[in-house]
Structure formats: C-alpha cells, structure tokens
C-alpha cells in the first residue's frame, strides 16, 4: 500500500497524464467555449450589480466580482449575514481580504446561468427591501 501511496501522489499518474496529452491536443474548442461561457457570465453579473446601484468593476482574470455595498449602510459582515438568513445567497465578506476591504462583497460567477440569474434577482431584491427599511 505504501508504494501504490507514493506512485499515487509523488507523480501524475498515467490515466492523467493521458488525459493531459488529450487535452493539449484536442482541448482548443473546449478551451474557447469556456472561456466565451465565464465572459457571459461575467458580462451579466458585473451589469446585473451596476443595475441595482452597486458599483462593480470588471475583472480580468478571476472568477468573482467585488461589487461595493457601502450604499447599503451595513457592513460587509452583515450584508453577508442577513443575505443568507433572509434570500439564501451566500457571499463573502470583503473583510475576508483584509480591513481596507470593507464595504465590499466578493462574489463568484463560475455557477450556472440559471443559478446565477436566481441569486441576483433574490439580491436585487434584498436591496430592495433594505431601501425600504429606511
């Protein structure tokens, strides 16, 4: 067993090794549907949260945007808190990233469209009944 545990981890194995070759051969178009799937998504998350008056910038190599919650008077804690309590949606509060980082949210867009068009409309919802709190 200690051997098969060393092979295992102390090299790629050689079904992944396969699957490298393969993909380094015919994994272009694979590659650029990807890449054109995360641009849509990213395209309708970033314009979905400058919609709802949350300033949000276009990111260039990631998988999550940081839109700013500072219009909403709560922290990044409790905008995380009473978003998940009351809609559902979980997001990471910017202070996670350290302290310069509070009034934001991180938010990820690698789901599906359809996941992702449900959480913002509940977001865009949750804004909605904040506004109306006040």
Known sequence: MTKLHQFGIMSAPTTAQYAAIEALKNGD???TKMRDEYD???RLVVDSF???G???FEPLGAFYVFPCIKSTGLTSEEFCTRLIMDKHVAV???TAFGDSSEGFVRVSYSYSIKHLKIALER???FLEEL???N
Do not use: F, Q
Request: hydrophobic share 35%; proline share 5%; aromatic share 0%.
């Open 50 to 52: 400058n919609a709802m």
């Open 29 to 31: 178009r694979d590659v």
């Open 131 to 133: 506004s109306n709190e």
């Open 92 to 94: 990471v509060p910017g």
């Open 40 to 42: 849509m998504r990213r």
């Open 54 to 56: 949350l300033t949000c």
């Open 123 to 125: 977001i865009r919802e």
